[in-house]
């Protein structure tokens, strides 16, 4: 299983980013894909996931703010990300998660998002 996320950056308050993750080595359109974040010094934290079907689950803290997406075609799970405020500063990281046909759930290598103010 290869997980690679891309688009992180430093951007400024109010700005917005799209993170990618194109995903290898097992059958994508499967399984559930997510994401989380982390920063230095805590526990990482659930941001979202999106199912097989297209179901989406929201961390409270980006409701309305980030959207996930899923292209099954090109093994790809997006998070758009609007409205971008300093608290949203964290390594971001692609996740595949544990499913009856997806096995243990896996994390990527994570891409920093930096917002200043």
């Known amino acids: 299983v290869q997980l690679l996320e891309s688009g992180g950056d430093s951007v400024q308050a109010g700005g917005s980013l799209k993170l990618s993750c194109r995903a290898s080595?097992?059958?994508?359109?499967?399984?559930?894909m997510g994401w989380e974040r982390q920063v230095p010094g805590k526990e990482r934290e659930f941001v979202s996931t999106?199912?097989?079907?297209?179901?989406?689950r929201y961390a409270d803290s980006v409701k309305g703010r980030f959207i996930i997406s899923r292209d099954n075609a090109a093994n790809t799970v997006y998070l758009e990300m609007i409205s971008l405020q300093t608290h949203d500063t964290a390594a971001y990281y692609c996740?595949?998660?544990?499913?009856?046909?997806?096995?243990?759930?896996?994390w990527g290598q994570g891409t920093q998002v930096t917002v200043s103010s």
């Open positions: 080595g097992f059958i994508f359109s499967r399984c559930t």
């Open positions: 996740t595949k998660e544990a499913g009856v046909y997806c096995q243990d759930k896996y």
């Open positions: 999106i199912s097989p079907s297209g179901t989406t």
